[in-house]
């Protein structure tokens, strides 16, 4: 019954990290998260949704940090008014 809860788990931050990643200090977290509980319960009996909730927990975390990549960028070059370095 532990590796369903873990599973669901993993599958809703997963989802959730899809738009948390526009936060990117929300959406790294979450999306960590998300990985951590999907890669515990891939052997359960919910194989199917540890591994969509591993997928999308994946996705969002590179969404986070290309964000806060591409932010970081954005602010150093001076290309944002008033947040220059």
């Known amino acids: 019954m532990e590796g369903l809860k873990m599973a669901i ?4 931050l997963g989802i959730i990290s899809l738009v948390a ?7 790294v977290p979450v999306s960590i ?3 951590v509980l999907g890669c515990k319960t891939i052997k ?4 199917a949704m540890a591994i969509t909730g591993l ?3 994946i996705i969002g975390l590179i969404l ?4 806060w990549a591409y932010s970081a960028y ?3 070059t001076g290309q944002i008014p008033g947040l220059s370095l």
């Open 55 to 57: 997928v999308l927990s």
């Open 21 to 27: 990643w526009l936060i990117p200090l929300i959406g």
């Open 9 to 12: 788990a993993s599958l809703v």
């Open 33 to 35: 998260v998300g990985l």
């Open 44 to 47: 359960s009996e919910k194989k």
């Open 74 to 76: 954005l602010i150093s």
């Open 64 to 67: 986070s940090v290309g964000f």
